[in-house]
């Protein structure tokens, strides 16, 4: 049985994960975190607020790794298989990336996406949801 605390670690660690292929995939420009926190709580360029968008975007993704794992049980779904769970996993981030894509970006921050921009988007919570749905799978019950 996978518990919450599993899924609040399984989220740091494939936040953590995720936030690697951004910095090394990405082109340097601030993720749409800091442009939330620039639009909503600064008062200044995005650019000025990377540390507090990055602590941002790893708190989103804790809670997300929680939210996986409070969906898992009414949906009647287990975490018995690597495929399962890698599945599942891939789902959740397509899941993630309509909401931040979708929701985030172009409703609360007004922000459009290149084609490019969008497929790495995808790209970085595609590998958050692999990484969340093996770490589920080997570390369920932390």
């Known amino acids: 049985m996978v518990t919450l605390i599993s899924g609040l670690v399984g989220g740091l660690v494939a936040t953590i994960v995720m936030t690697g292929f951004?910095?090394?995939l990405g082109d340097d420009s601030p993720p749409p975190t800091?442009?939330?926190?620039?639009?909503?709580v600064g008062d200044?360029?995005?650019?000025?607020?990377?540390l507090q968008g990055m602590v941002l975007h790893l708190l989103y993704g804790i809670a997300a790794g929680?939210?996986?794992?409070a969906l898992l049980a009414p949906l009647g779904l287990g975490i018995t298989a690597l495929s399962g769970a890698l599945l599942w996993g891939?789902?959740?981030?397509?899941?993630?990336?309509v909401i931040a894509a979708g929701f985030w970006m172009m409703i609360v921050l007004d922000m459009s996406a290149t084609p490019m921009m969008a497929a790495?988007?995808?790209?970085?919570?595609?590998?958050y949801g692999v990484v969340l749905g093996g770490f589920?799978?080997?570390l369920p019950t932390l």
Do not use: T
Request: aromatic fraction near 28%; avoid cysteine.
């Open 66 to 69: 929680g939210v996986f794992v």
């Open 136 to 138: 589920l799978f080997y």
């Open 90 to 97: 891939v789902v959740y981030g397509v899941v993630l990336f």
């Open 34 to 40: 800091a442009a939330f926190w620039a639009k909503y």
């Open 22 to 24: 951004m910095m090394g």
């Open 120 to 127: 790495m988007f995808l790209l970085f919570h595609l590998v």
């Open 44 to 50: 200044g360029e995005p650019s000025a607020y990377m």
